[in-house]
């Protein structure tokens, strides 16, 4: 077993280390200052293979990402009502994020993985509740 660790030691020493996953955390919230109905941050920028925990702070929320509105080939994800989860994202892009019971109220979050500099025309295309397409175009503004 000492070997391996050496020998793993020196391979570490001649090609650096690893990069560590990260993990976001992100509350959902019935109220946060003025706003109601929100996720904080709603706006968060992650490199592939960082995790993001949602956290119902509140009850009666989720956060599940909206059809067509997440990179080609990635997978969505749905959380359930009231419950804590994680999920790790490598694909990169943007994904929009909602609360389902909240979506109407705005309760909307956008999640930046990579590098990415400016939102496809497809991201505000389409029915968006009139709250949601203000806060996601804000949220956009971070990009």
Do not use: W
Not at 38 to 63: C, L, Q, Y
Request: charged share 30%; with cysteine.
């Amino acid at each position: 077993m000492l070997r391996i660790l050496t020998t793993a030691a020196i391979l570490t020493g001649l090609l650096g280390t690893a990069a560590v996953a990260e993990t976001f955390e992100v509350k959902m919230l019935n109220k946060s200052g003025k706003e109601r109905m929100v996720f904080e941050p709603d706006f968060v920028r992650i490199a592939s293979g960082d995790t993001v925990r949602f956290v119902p702070t509140d009850k009666g929320h989720n956060a599940q990402t909206i059809k067509d509105r997440i990179p080609e080939g990635a997978e969505p994800f749905k959380g359930k009502m009231s419950k804590e989860f994680e999920v790790s994202l490598t694909k990169e892009g943007l994904y929009a994020i909602e609360c389902k019971p909240h979506f109407a109220m705005g309760m909307v979050m956008t999640i930046a993985v990579g590098d990415i500099e400016t939102a496809p025309d497809s991201f505000l295309e389409g029915r968006i509740p009139k709250k949601a397409k203000k806060r996601f175009e804000a949220q956009l503004s971070n990009l």
